[in-house]
């Protein structure tokens, strides 16, 4: 059973920092392209971060500079550290793993991330 399993989000002044963690199961989690997705109220979802299986990184234009994803592939674990964090960033965010090659796409569940003075 495929599990991706989010943590880290909560309520953060502007200007802070969070750190999400997806630790997934279930999977070869080496051979994923792994990302974080975040969908605000009212808005369609949005590919924040993306990390490939080879290591390959992008990031939408609004987090550039800001945001850090990385992964640890011992731990089968992926991260998103977002620092100076803006209201504008309030959203659920959701880890995914994608495998175009066997057609594979799994989400988690979600984690809410609230940037609010």
């Known amino acids: 059973q495929v599990q991706l399993v989010e943590s880290g989000g909560g309520l953060v002044q502007p200007g802070g920092s969070l750190r999400l963690s997806c630790a997934t199961s279930g999977i070869i989690f080496s051979f994923y392209t792994m990302g974080w997705y975040r969908q605000a109220p009212g808005k369609q979802r949005e590919l924040v971060a993306g990390?490939?299986?080879?290591?390959?990184?992008n990031y939408v234009d609004s987090v550039l500079g800001r945001f850090t994803i990385s992964r640890d592939n011992a731990k089968n674990t992926v991260y998103l550290q977002m620092n100076s964090l803006k209201p504008e960033d309030t959203a659920v965010y959701y880890c995914n793993a994608a495998s175009p090659r066997i057609r594979a796409d799994y989400w988690g569940q979600g984690t809410q991330v609230t940037v609010s003075s």
């Open positions: 990390i490939s299986s080879a290591g390959n990184i």
